[in-house]
């Protein structure tokens, strides 16, 4: 189901077809994951909407911004901090950080004031906090792999925290399909999960291969 926004600037869904499913009504609407999307109505508080639209939680109204579930659980933000509920509505994880990412492969990246520094660390489904926040930015695991970054450059670290690839890129996406589109000075290629160059830098733009096993690429001058 996509999202679609009328002219009194109100959301609702379409199928693939293109049908309106959900009528729009909703001031905010988000993607649907794990089948359920969270909306807001004008005036209400925030709400959890199954694909025929029927409401399935009704969030306390302290919950300001509330995301997608992943892996039974959802980030809301309370007081500008973050935590996590699960698919009753409760609490799973007390707000308390900065920011916070999605659970995925049993972690999330979470962000805490370290006094005048921002610094990112990861926790576990139980809120216990297994990497230690040290890394100048971080993102989800993907095929058991997370980007990170330490002195402005980004490198990846396995689920212990153990960095495997040293921090040496101006920038890079995530693992996909065991693979990551990186980039080296002005040019991109792509490494395997132990850093090897699959396919050395020399496109202006690499994404990340599908499962298709195909990338999109755009080629420079000197390309081969």
């Known amino acids: 189901m996509a999202i679609i926004e009328n002219s009194e ?3 609702g869904y379409i199928d693939e077809s293109g049908k309106i499913v959900i009528n729009p009504q909703y001031k905010f609407a988000g993607v649907f994951s794990e089948g359920l999307a969270a909306v807001t109505r004008p005036g209400e508080k925030i709400e959890y909407i199954d694909k025929t639209g029927k409401t ?3 969030l306390n109204e302290s919950m300001e911004t509330a995301g997608p ?3 039974g659980l959802a980030k809301v933000e309370i007081n500008d901090t973050y935590g996590f509920i699960n698919k009753e ?4 994880i007390a707000p308390q950080y900065d920011d916070a990412g999605i ?3 049993g972690m999330t990246q979470v962000r805490i004031k370290d006094g005048d520094k921002l610094k990112y660390g990861y926790i576990d489904k139980d809120g216990k906090m297994v990497i230690t926040p040290q890394f100048e930015s971080a993102d989800e695991f993907m095929d058991g792999r997370a980007k990170i970054k330490l002195d402005s450059k980004y490198g990846f670290i396995d689920k212990q925290g153990k960095i495997v690839i040293s921090p040496q890129f101006s920038e890079s996406f995530d693992f996909s399909e065991n693979s990551a589109a990186v980039k080296e000075g002005d040019a991109w ?3 395997d999960q132990g850093g090897k160059l699959l396919v050395n830098p020399q496109f202006k733009i690499a994404l990340p291969f599908t499962p298709s096993g195909l990338a999109v690429v755009e080629p420079t001058g000197n390309s081969k």
Request: proline share 0%; hydrophobic share 45%.
């Open 189 to 191: 290629g792509y490494i």
């Open 9 to 11: 600037d109100k959301f």
């Open 89 to 92: 509505g409760k609490i799973a």
């Open 56 to 58: 399935i939680l009704s």
């Open 69 to 71: 579930f992943s892996e």
């Open 103 to 105: 659970f995925l492969e």
